[in-house]
């Protein structure tokens, strides 16, 4: 063999059957083949396991997409690029022209930018109420024949507690599916409710350190079967390097998830007691409104901690100014701890009703905690919020 085709054809090295790696190979292939044409035929029919070709399906991929739908107690799990291409996915897999759909004002501005202009311009209805308004939820689902329930829980960013349970059951019963967004509460929380799809974005929590996209659909095998090949024409195929990435994230998944919550709890009870702060929306404290229905609902209360200020959008700008621990960024579930002052939050595409609706008022901000020494980030938002007093020269 020629040395140009060597390069090309290089020697195979097979690991012993007793003999493995501890951490799984990246299959950074896009690529596969198998010996015969009959086989790839088996293959293309279903007939025998394997992979062809990456956008469709991936080793490494697959690897995530097993371990994501058994964190979320589910069958099966689809891997997309981002937390949005998942979204964007489910949605245009399970509606069609003609369709309706039932979602929320709390709603991620992304998937509400999904159901009223990309969706909207195929001839899928939707109705946008408030997760609170369960009348209203019911009188819709009575009159309008929905496809889709579509929701968070908790909600981005003031984190309010939808009744799981409740939602699912009014869905089920008029024929409609559900679809949860379970970013906020994670991979190990909500499993135990009769949710059809649950959707996350891997780029958050499970990742957990900022430097990779990824997001999972999750759900039963028979309902994802039937969305697999949706996925794969559209083409938001996550990188085997970037599932490999997440699924180191995983390992530590837990350890960080308890680190973050404890630090959000004392936090949030920092924030509640400071003269600056008007309100804390923080799902672990006993003021919260969806308190118990939380304690019911969830493992813990997750890292997200929203609050208030008393003085407005400028006293947001000099607190956020202010933070030395905190980057003042997008996204949330990292390892370093991250704020959105109020001019951060605004949702342009909402009329003054949903405003009012969605509970963010002018002086809302949003921390994501990490994993720093709490004492560190406490000291940093005292120091903050007393630069959020300071008059304006």
Known sequence: MKKTTRVNHPPEIELPPDNRALVSPIYQSVKFEFETVEETERSFRGERPGFYYSRASNPTVRELELLTAEL???EDAIAAGSGVAAMAGCLFSLLKQGDHALCFVETYGPTRYLIKRLLGRFGVAHT??????YAGMEQVL????TRLVIFECPTNPITKIADIARIAALAKRHGALTVLDNTFAGLHNHGQFEVDVFVHSLTKYASGHGDVMGGAVIGST???KRMRTDFTILGATLDPHAAF???RGLKTYFLRCREQCASALRIAEFLAGHRAVTRVHYPGLESHPGHALARTQMKDFGSIVSFDLRGGPEAGRRFADALEFFALTASLGSTDSLAMAPQMLRSRDFTAEQVLMSGITDGTVRLSIGIEDCDDLIADLARALEASEAPVP
């Open 72 to 74: 979320q107690d589910r």
């Open 128 to 133: 946008m109420l408030s997760i609170e308004d």
């Open 142 to 145: 009575a009159r309008t024949p």
């Open 222 to 224: 028979d309902l994802l």
């Open 245 to 247: 990435l997440i699924m």
